[in-house]
């Protein structure tokens, strides 16, 4: 049973163009959360979403920030005109259910330049 | 407000030594417990997991944490810790209502 992937693993953006970061959950999970984690932080919560609805989005930036997970395919963290302080790892991680153990991807190393 | 608090930012330690990373957290509700592991520029690997029953629950490789409810706390033990071991360890809670609050996290440097 293949991990959560994530893709790309590196992404190097200039200010002001868009990032666009891709998550596939774990074979059976239907659950999936997205976190960014800055330079010397902990991980932060961004949002979290099922097939096709956000359930929780208090953690994401009021704006220039936007997640989806369709029904077909993978869940997409989109940043639009990014700027330096975008520049962090961003995680994602998938779960069977809502409240049980999350199972996390390598993480999208966003540079911003 | 849910939070979580390690108290240590970098714990160093001697080869074979015994270690204990600290974590408390503050919570109205009850609480699913974990701790996770992050190797250098990889993702967060699951260690350990409280959701009910015994308090004091193992990893197959050696580290062990007990809940303790009335010192809100969920530290994390290892009786003799190896090289392998150093890398980044975070505490992390959840609600039951999806997200996880973490920690800022705990760097262990096992030194030879």
């Known amino acids: 049973n293949a991990g959560v992937m994530q893709n790309p693993r590196h992404l190097v953006r200039r200010r002001g163009q868009e990032a666009r970061l891709r998550c596939s959950p774990m074979k059976g999970h239907s659950h999936v959360y997205w976190y960014r984690q800055l330079p010397e932080e902990g991980l932060k919560f961004m949002v979290y979403l099922q097939k096709e609805n956000i359930i929780d989005e208090s953690g994401m930036p009021k704006e220039r920030f936007s997640a989806e997970f369709p029904k077909e395919g993978p869940s997409i963290l989109r940043i639009q005109q990014v700027v330096r302080g975008d520049s962090a790892a961003y995680f994602c991680?998938?779960?069977?259910?809502?409240?049980?153990?999350?199972?996390f991807g390598p993480g999208t190393r966003l540079t911003v330049t | 407000a849910q939070s979580v608090t390690q108290l240590d930012s970098q714990v160093p330690v001697f080869e074979e030594a015994p270690v204990e990373l600290r974590c408390n957290y503050s919570s109205s509700v009850s609480v699913y417990l974990f701790w996770y592991v992050q190797y250098p520029n990889q993702g967060l690997q699951l260690l350990l997991k409280?959701?009910?029953?015994?308090?004091l629950v193992k990893s197959i490789n050696g580290f062990e944490a007990e809940f303790n409810k009335s010192q809100t706390s969920f530290h994390l033990r290892k009786p003799s810790v190896h090289i392998s071991d150093t890398a980044e360890y975070f505490c992390a809670v959840s609600e039951g209502t999806g997200k996880l609050i973490f920690g800022q996290g705990t760097t262990l440097q096992v030194k030879p």
């Open positions: 409280y959701l009910s029953g015994s308090t």
């Open positions: 991680a998938s779960s069977p259910k809502d409240f049980y153990e999350q199972y």
